[in-house]
Each structure stands twice: as structure tokens, then as C-alpha cells.
């Protein structure tokens, strides 16, 4: 019972913490768990950089959070609410932007989301840097690749409904995606074992992102049944949730480290397979 009562002051404090932060998917903890996951994918062509690299893109994966602080507009990166934009199967979203654009408009398209197109934006920039032999845009890029595709894999960022689909739900976004892995989740319980093999990367992020829709209703579920057990959304609450929705949380995350070292190979295969260097890349050298 000790041990319980640990977990929810954690879970109490962690509230308490949010009501002065903005919201970022599957808090920091997260974000680093996936990519350092990946970190141990990549084959040994690529090892060398990411061995030597992998100090900044697990320190930067978790930097695209923080600049929505300042920079408001780059928010819908984010997030994709696919319900808003088609219906399920969602086929017909897997356009490139401009064709998104037209057909809904570019204000309506922000409000929806745009996070497959950030992913294949930041893609592209990442071949872009492995072609130029560009270390520090590489690890850069790589690491913001990293944070985008761990998003995908975010269930309540891939629908409209992503705080609740009713009053008593209200919250459940940063309960789920934050709380509840901050006090339930061991790292160990993350176990990626291989790549991913990514296809062409705009449909392959689309793909990521109707599979994790594919899961909010069994989220929103295991919240309704979760507050009947504990109205007050304490302890019972919480263990009640990670009983019923802990195996989605793991998934996801193993998907999300597998299909990340997937789409960094990718881009390394898509840039001609260069010869990546073995050293640190030089940030801010010339501030020295």
C-alpha cells in the first residue's frame, strides 16, 4: 500500500507541475525513452555517428516542445485530429500539403493539424544534411525527426476529441499520455528489437497515425471505467488505467523506437548511403 501511495503524491505533484507548463506528448520521459531506444537500431554503417552523436539527439528530441513556447504558430506540427479532416479509413488524406491545402484550405488544414507533413518536411531535411555530409544538421534533424514520430504514436494526438470526448473525460489527454507514464511506466518495459522498414515516408506517417487513432477508443473506455472505480482520480484511478491501457502505452512506444531507427536508415539509404563521420558534431563551435 506504501508503494501506492508513493506513486499517486508523484502523480499529485506532476498535476500540480502542469498547471505552470505547457503539454507535451508523452513528457520528456517519453520522448528520450524512444530515442534512445532507436539509437540502439541503427546498423553499423550508421552506428559510428549515432554512437557518437547520441548525447544531443536524445538531449534535442524533446526540444520541439519547448519552442512552441515561444514560437506559437509551429503548434500544429504536433498533432494531426484526422476525424476532423475525413473519416475512417482516411485514406484519402494521404496527399501531399499543397493538395491539403487546396481542398480544405490552409487556416482549416492548421486547425486539423499537420504532423504526417512535419514529419516528411524534417525527413527530407535530414537526407538533405546526410547528402551534404552536414554533422550537426544530421544529429539536428535527426533528433527532431525523433520527437515528431513519437508524436504519431501518441493515440490522443491523432484525433479531435484528443481531451475527451465528454465533460467527466475532460483531462484525460495529460493524465494518459503524461501521469500515467511517469508513475506507471519502468523503462525496462520498453523493448524495441528491430527497424522498421519505412516505405515512402508522408504515407508511412499517415499510416503511424490512423493506427494510433485506431486505439482512443479503448483509452476513452478504460477513463470511464477508471473513474467509476476512483471518482477522484487518485491512485485506483491510475493503476486501474495502466491495467487497461498500460500494453497500448508499451506498443507504442516499442513502435515508435523501431519506426524512428527505420526512418533514419531511410534517409541514410535515400541520401546515397554516405560515409557518416565518427565524430561529435561541432555545435556552437564558433562561439568558442
Known sequence: MLSGAVRYAAAVAVVLCALTSTCAAWEPTGHTLVTEHALQLVPKEMKPFYDANSRYIAAFCTAPDDWRQTHKEIGPEHFIDLDLLSKPPFADLIVDRTTAEQRFGKEEL??????????????????????????????????????????????????????????????????????????????????????????????????????????????????????????????????????????????QLDHASERLAGAWISAWNEAGKPKLSDKCAAFLWDVR
Open 110 to 251: 492548421l486547425k486539423a493539424g499537420i504532423l504526417p507533413w512535419a514529419i516528411e518536411e524534417t525527413y527530407n531535411k535530414l537526407v538533405k544534411a546526410m547528402r551534404a555530409g552536414d554533422s550537426v544538421q544530421i544529429a539536428l534533424q535527426s533528433a527532431v525527426l525523433a520527437h515528431y514520430i513519437a508524436d504519431a504514436h501518441v493515440p490522443l494526438h491523432d484525433c479531435k476529441d484528443y481531451d475527451g470526448r465528454t465533460e467527466g473525460e475532460k483531462g484525460i489527454h495529460f493524465r494518459w499520455e503524461q501521469t500515467l507514464l511517469l508513475i506507471e511506466l519502468k523503462p525496462a518495459m520498453v523493448n524495441a528489437c528491430k527497424p522498421a522498414q519505412v516505405g515512402p515516408i508522408l504515407k508511412s506517417a499517415f499510416e503511424w497515425c490512423i493506427e494510433s487513432y485506431g486505439k482512443c477508443d479503448a483509452i476513452f473506455a478504460a477513463d470511464d471505467a477508471a473513474r467509476k472505480i476512483d471518482p477522484v482520480m487518485g491512485y485506483r484511478y491510475y493503476q486501474s488505467m495502466w491495467d487497461s491501457t498500460g500494453d497500448i502505452m508499451i506498443g
